[in-house]
């Protein structure tokens, strides 16, 4: 299986702050890879799709980049509403596989 | 927008079936990959499976002897069978649809607890 490995674990910010999240591939997987945000109690919402494409209705802030084994997740400006945890997905090789997950915190 | 909703037990006895089903409505099943994955209390995204809407299914290893994916176009729905559970087969199980890997469209979950 391709172990996705998401850095930091936690990260705390502020309103405003330009944030970035890291994501690991234990081998390449090309471009793809996809980016969810949950809140608790919630299903994971899609953000990214194919390392930097934007879904719909996702707002600017979001951007994603990178392709083979590294990737980040940039949010330009944070927002009250982006404190969740975010998680990175692989869906280069079956199994698919998911990070850990990084919980964004309030600082 | 397609909505989906799990239904199912909250309840199965260990050894038992884990049977869910889910439900689209506001758009057709009769396209795109419908999926299933799973999320311990507490814990990370684990992806069970997914099933294309002519029948086609791929599974995680890691559960291939113990899931089954079917589709029933006629009533918008596709299920889930995970058969000998555990304790450690606890966990919320979320429906999910997807033109390939990327699940756009999910349920709201359904938390199944395994537990005589």
């Known amino acids: 299986d391709i172990q996705m490995t998401q850095s930091p674990s936690t990260l705390s910010a502020s309103v405003g702050d330009r944030v970035t999240i890291t994501c690991r591939a234990s081998?390449?997987?090309?471009?793809?890879l996809a980016w969810y945000q949950q809140k608790p109690g919630k299903a994971p919402k899609l953000l990214i799709y194919k390392a930097s494409s934007l879904e719909s209705g996702v707002p600017s802030r979001f951007s994603g980049s990178g392709s083979g084994t590294e990737f980040t997740l940039t949010i330009s400006s944070l927002q009250p509403d982006d404190f969740a945890t975010y998680y990175c997905q692989q869906y280069d090789n079956y199994p698919y596989t998911f990070g850990q997950g990084t919980k964004l915190e309030i600082k | 927008q397609v909505q989906l909703q799990e239904s199912g037990p909250g309840l199965v006895k260990p050894s038992e079936t884990l049977s869910l089903t889910c439900t689209a409505s506001g758009g057709s099943i009769s396209s795109y990959y419908w999926s299933w994955i799973r999320q311990p209390p507490g814990k990370g995204l684990e992806w069970i499976g997914y099933i294309y809407y002519s029948g086609s299914t791929t599974y995680n290893p890691s559960l291939k002897s113990r899931v089954t994916i079917s589709v029933d176009t006629s009533k918008n729905q596709f299920s889930l069978k995970l058969g000998s559970v555990t304790a450690a087969d606890t966990a919320v199980y979320y429906c999910?649809?997807?033109?390939?890997?990327?699940?756009?469209?999910w349920g709201q979950g359904t938390l199944v607890t395994v537990s005589s």
């Open positions: 999910a649809r997807g033109a390939g890997g990327s699940s756009s469209n």
């Open positions: 081998q390449s997987i090309s471009s793809w």
